[in-house]
T-cell receptor, first 113, second 112 residues
Framework: DADVTQTPRNRITKTGKRIMLECSQT?????MYWYRQDPGLGLRLIYY???????NKGEISDGYSVSRQAQAKFSLSLESAIPNQTALYFCATSDFRGVDTQYFGPGTRLTVL | ELKVEQNPLFLSMQEGKNYTIYCNYSTTSDRLYWYRQDPGKSLESLFVLLSNGAVKQEGRLMASLDTKARLSTLHITAAVHDLSATYFC????????????FGTGTRLTIIP
């Protein structure tokens, strides 16, 4: 089974709808991240969480909110989706041991019509 | 604000040839990461470079870090088709912060 899972994998929605993307991990990591990937722009950090009680804004948090329900779960919400939020969304985790990388989920492709 | 630039953005090369992807960043960094992404797939970690002069190799890929020049390179030796992918570098500006700033990626296509 995958260590980092995301649901749904694909979603098409309409402008103004509320959308939640979910991320779960079995790696036991404390740190979780949400990124957005757009063609030609690489990955940009939306929100990150270093533990259940710690939530931080990233580079492009406007229009998004997050919830860290447990160590293993980190959800990203779009309260009122707009077309320019159409993108590929990745969740990632890491464990601060001084040398670890981030481990990425499979991604959620979101289309806002 | 940390900026990370990769070049080239697109690279088409023949099998058997050597080439280098460059990653420049704008502020002092403690760590640099290289990732690979296949079309429609997630990101796979390739290398973690932790100090000036660090060099890591895996198969036909070798990554190095020069923190004084704020430059990392990903060198491809005798390219094979399986290496076709998009390669990203990512920089962590502050030790322990683990906020990564990604480059825009280099799309590598290996032509038989």
């Amino acid at each position: 089974d995958a260590d980092v899972t995301q649901t749904p994998r694909n979603r098409i929605t309409k402008t103004g709808k509320r959308i939640m993307l979910e991320c779960s991990q079995t790696k036991g990591h404390d740190r979780m991240y949400w990124y957005r990937q757009d063609p030609g722009l690489g990955l940009r950090l939306i929100y990150y969480s270093f533990d259940v009680k710690d939530i931080n804004k990233g580079e492009i948090s406007d229009g998004y909110s997050v919830s860290r329900q447990a160590q293993a779960k980190f959800s990203l919400s779009l309260e009122s989706a707009i077309p320019n939020q159409t993108a590929l969304y990745f969740c990632a985790t890491s464990d601060f041991r001084g040398v670890d990388t981030q481990y990425f989920g499979p991604g959620t492709r979101l289309t806002v019509l | 604000e940390l900026k990370v630039e990769q070049n080239p953005l697109f690279l088409s090369m023949q099998e058997g040839k050597n080439y280098t992807i460059y990653c420049n960043y704008s502020t002092t960094s403690d760590r640099l990461y290289w990732y690979r992404q296949d079309p429609g797939k997630s990101l796979e970690s390739l290398f973690v470079l932790l100090s000036n002069g660090a060099v890591k190799q895996e198969g036909r890929l070798m990554a190095s870090l020069d923190t004084k020049a704020r430059l990392s390179t990903l060198h491809i030796t005798a390219a094979v088709h399986d290496l076709s992918a998009t390669y990203f570098c990512a920089v962590e500006a502050n030790f322990g912060n683990e906020k990564l700033t990604f480059g825009t990626g280099t799309r590598l296509t290996i032509i038989p």
